[in-house]
């Protein structure tokens, strides 16, 4: 059972140090200036203990001794650059090592969302791609060379100890081992602890998170004293998991301070007795307690280090569980020949369903090329979810869908997504200026285009009466803008991509009907030609397409004219009836 715990806190550990092999050269340089920078210190240590027992026992200075006064400044010289090589290519190590580690998550976030991250809070993630990332990096970057660095110095120890006072100096290594045991030992409880405070930390991260994007709609709704108390229970909970860390890690400590005592005094006493009966040296035993008290100081430092095993493993396998995470749409395929721009749509017996809730059954829909239909039904139909589909944030569970008579998943997804555009109901507006927003889209665009795509977008006006116009900063998620604003933005986008294929979920459900049909007429322009999916609820919207879509609990019930649909579909009927009041 106990090996099945260490291998548990070990594994998340271990699995993670091949991939570190790729910087084998700044791991060297950082070892040998980290071994050279002890063995500096502790020979300046040494040294000086030796150098005072000299002068104290001849009571006078001789060459000897002038030549350990010149060697003691190269000592401290030696210090000063080991320390300093050392700093350079450990942060220059760390560096490449957390970039790495943030890549790999962002590709792994990248790779399985939407679908891998529809259960996991967004403080979570958030949590795993940076504080645990850098806990991480933190480990690897200074604690295992330091770990090693230590061992190799602390067996350097020892040999000159042996050599100063006998086999007694093999206390040295057996004390420093021991010191570095302590925290090994009480691994599994540090990995449950540590485990515990990442979760915590994500989880508070998470509550902040949601209090800060949901701020209007907590104050407008008075929610904010029950925010504030929940705030306040997930900040109790991470400090009574730090208090248990810390009483754990406090007992180490003394238990480590205590070892080295009873080690110094047991030591000393013996090399007395040793001196007493002639065995050692009375000018060997201060250098001997200097580089056992030295060994034992490093031990400890990286003692303290280990101390944060737990936590590292936990953070580790947060890490883990992230990047495990298996593709959840799988991108192959050539890139597709398409004859023109005219691109038709078809659906094809699609079932799809979100854990165990069915939400397309059995669809099929074909869209012509350039026809523009609106796709109708109530709420929770699977109308956002067969745009979804189309642009491939999900996989159907049978089914297909083809783009021109291709199966969209032999489409390589980039080519794919500048096929289809998919405009939502609720766009997220980046935090940068309104021209950043916008090159998202289309980075090659010229000053003359975005004006043209706010202009068509029927918000060029407002954007010119802003201070700076284009270069004006929005807040993050859009903030400084109104919902209408910022749905009209996410258009302008559109706009500017220009597909083939244009699917708009709700897109201009926050404007006014005015300026909702100026829009359509607008777009109708710039639209002609295009395949366009129009998902709405509102009919002036729905009237406006070629042809209506009407879903009925995840299946096609009727599709046509809005005309031929109101004559001869009930369920339809009944469905804009409220619209139409």
């Known amino acids: 059972m106990k090996q099945i715990l260490y291998r548990d806190a070990f594994g998340p550990i271990l699995r993670l140090l091949p991939g570190l092999s790729r910087y084998k ?79 790999d998550l962002f590709d792994a976030i ?76 009480t691994l599994t409880l540090q990995t449950k602890q540590g485990d515990n405070i990442r979760r915590s930390l994500a989880n508070q991260k998470g509550r902040c998170l949601e209090m800060i994007q949901g701020s209007r709609e907590i104050m407008s709704l008075g929610l904010a004293n029950l925010q504030l108390d929940a705030i306040r229970d997930s900040t109790l909970e991470v400090q ?87 593709r959840q749409v799988h991108d192959h395929g050539n890139t597709a020949e398409f004859t023109d721009g005219l691109l038709s749509l078809e659906f094809r017996d699609v079932c799809f369903q979100y854990d165990q809730a069915k939400v397309i059954n059995d669809f099929s829909l074909l869209i012509p090329a350039g026809s523009s239909v609106a796709l109708v039904g109530r709420t929770g139909a699977g109308k956002s979810t067969l745009a979804a589909l189309v642009v491939r944030l999900y996989e159907p569970q049978s089914g297909e869908i083809y783009i021109d008579g ?78 209408g604003q910022r749905q009209r933005l996410s258009l302008a986008q559109a706009f500017l991509r220009n597909s083939s294929i244009v699917i708009f979920d709700e897109s201009v459900s926050n404007l006014d009907p005015k300026l909702e049909q100026e829009l359509i007429e607008a777009s109708r322009f710039i639209y002609e030609g295009r395949t366009t999916i129009t998902i709405a609820h509102r009919l002036s919207t729905i009237k406006s397409a070629d042809c209506v879509a009407f879903l009925h609990e995840g299946k096609l019930a009727a599709f046509g004219p809005h005309s031929e649909l109101i004559q001869h579909c009930e369920p339809y009927r009944e469905f804009v009836a409220p619209t139409s009041a």
């Open 25 to 103: 050269k700044h791991e060297a340089l950082i070892f040998v200036m980290l071994l050279i920078h002890r063995i500096c210190v502790t020979a300046i240590n040494v040294m000086s203990a030796a150098l005072v027992s000299r002068i104290l026992i001849l009571r006078e200075v001789d060459q000897l001794a002038c030549w350990m006064l010149i060697s003691l400044g190269l000592l401290v010289l030696s210090v000063g650059l080991s320390w300093w090589l050392d700093m350079w290519f450990a942060h220059v190590y760390s560096y490449k090592i957390i970039a790495d580690l943030r890549v």
């Open 110 to 185: 990248n790779r399985i969302s939407p679908a891998g991250l529809r259960h996991r809070k967004t403080g979570d993630v958030a949590a795993a791609a940076m504080s645990d990332v850098e806990i991480t990096e933190w480990f690897y970057a200074h604690t295992v060379i330091d770990f090693l660095a230590t061992h190799v110095a602390n067996l350097i120890f020892t040999i000159a100890m042996i050599i100063l006072v006998g086999p007694s100096g093999l206390i040295l290594l057996v004390v420093t081992t021991l010191i570095l045991l302590v925290p090994i030992l």
């Open 240 to 326: 009574r998991h730090k208090r248990s860390y810390l009483i754990r890690s406090g007992i180490e400590i003394a238990v480590s301070q205590l070892m080295i005592s009873a080690a110094t005094i047991g030591a000393l006493a013996w090399l007395l007795g040793l001196m007493h009966s002639g065995k050692v040296n009375l000018a060997s035993i201060p250098p001997a307690m200097m580089l056992l008290s030295a060994s034992c100081i490093a031990a400890l430092s990286i003692s303290s280090m280990l101390r944060k095993l737990g936590e590292v493993s936990g953070a580790t396998s947060r890490y883990f569980e992230l990047i495990d995470k298996p």
């Open 406 to 483: 291709k199966r969209i998943d032999s489409i390589p997804l980039k080519q794919l997504r500048q096929l289809v555009t998919l405009v939502p109901q609720h766009p997220y507006i980046f935090r940068g200026t309104i021209r950043d927003n916008l090159l998202m889209a289309k980075p090659s665009a010229s000053e003359d285009e975005l004006w043209q795509s706010l202009k068509i977008a029927q918000i060029m006006d407002t954007i010119r009466n802003l201070p700076k116009q284009l270069d004006t900063v929005i807040g993050e998620r859009g903030a400084t803008l109104s919902g």
